[in-house]
């Protein structure tokens, strides 16, 4: 499980982002809910404050706090300034402005910093990847992946996406996938396939149309549950 913590860029997003990317319900929060690749959200630090169930897996757990904020000053002011540089391309809907989305971030890491320590010994930062991971068959209701799976499908090829929805649909009852668009916001290229497979499979499958949008035509979410 070696990462090189030079190569990621870890920027989280909030509770209410997730909220609104995922299109979860109240009675969806107070479910049992897994985020894989969950970075340095601070979904999970947000949620456990309010006596919700959120376990967070990613192979950045495997540094330090400190290590991760070190590289998130590295990057941010570069990554600004190139959303700056085509802010004209971006939807400004619910970010005002990259001042205004640097903002956001910032606040977001250290919400997350402030939770790390504790969450990692309840066990609510775990260390693990995709495509395979060490839960057990059904053990949550909801798991989520959020500008993980489908942004990177120019990295990641079709059977790791095939794999990683698989063991999604193992270890949780309903997944949530957002966005659908890659980074170069293009459909994603292994997305209709993947629909057709788990439509195949018996899965009933959703996609929503959410109100979060930053990148353009990234404001859809695939939802897949047993049919059941
Ligand atoms: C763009 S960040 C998204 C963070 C968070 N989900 C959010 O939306 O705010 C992508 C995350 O995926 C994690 N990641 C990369 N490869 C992974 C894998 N194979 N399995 C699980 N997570 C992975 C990275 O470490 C990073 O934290």
Redesign the pocket.
């Not at 990621?8 to 997003?13: D, K, L, S």
């Not at 897996?57 to 950045?60: E, H, I, N, T």
């Given at each position: 499980m070696a990462m090189v913590l030079d190569k990621?860029?870890?920027?989280?997003?909030s509770m209410d982002e997730y909220i609104k990317i995922f299109n979860l319900t109240d009675a969806d929060l107070n479910k049992k809910i897994l985020g894989?690749?969950?970075?340095p959200?601070s979904f999970n630090a947000e949620m456990t404050r309010q006596g919700k169930s959120v376990v967070s897996?990613?192979?950045?757990y495997q540094f330090s706090g400190d290590e991760i904020l070190q590289r998130f000053n590295e990057v941010v002011d570069n990554i600004i300034s190139q959303v700056k540089a085509t802010s004209k391309d971006w939807v400004w809907s619910y970010h005002k402005s990259p001042d205004d989305l640097r903002h956001n971030r910032v606040k977001v890491i250290k919400e997350f910093l402030s939770d790390y320590e504790n969450g990692k010994k309840s066990n609510r930062y775990i260390v693990d990847?995709?495509p395979k991971l060490e839960f057990k068959d059904q053990e949550f209701d909801i798991a989520l992946c959020?500008?993980?799976l489908f942004l990177y499908s120019d990295h990641l090829d079709y059977n790791f996406h095939l794999n990683s929805v698989g063991e999604m649909l193992r270890i949780a009852k309903e997944i949530r996938i957002f966005p659908l668009i890659t980074l170069m916001w293009k459909h994603s290229q292994h997305l209709d396939e993947i629909v057709k497979y788990y439509t195949s499979m018996g899965y009933k499958i959703d996609i929503e149309n959410v109100e979060y949008e930053l990148q353009p035509g990234g404001n859809k979410m695939l939802k897949i549950t047993r049919d059941v």
């Open positions: 990621v860029v870890p920027f989280g997003r894989i690749g969950d970075g959200a897996v990613d192979p950045l990847e995709f959020s500008h993980l």
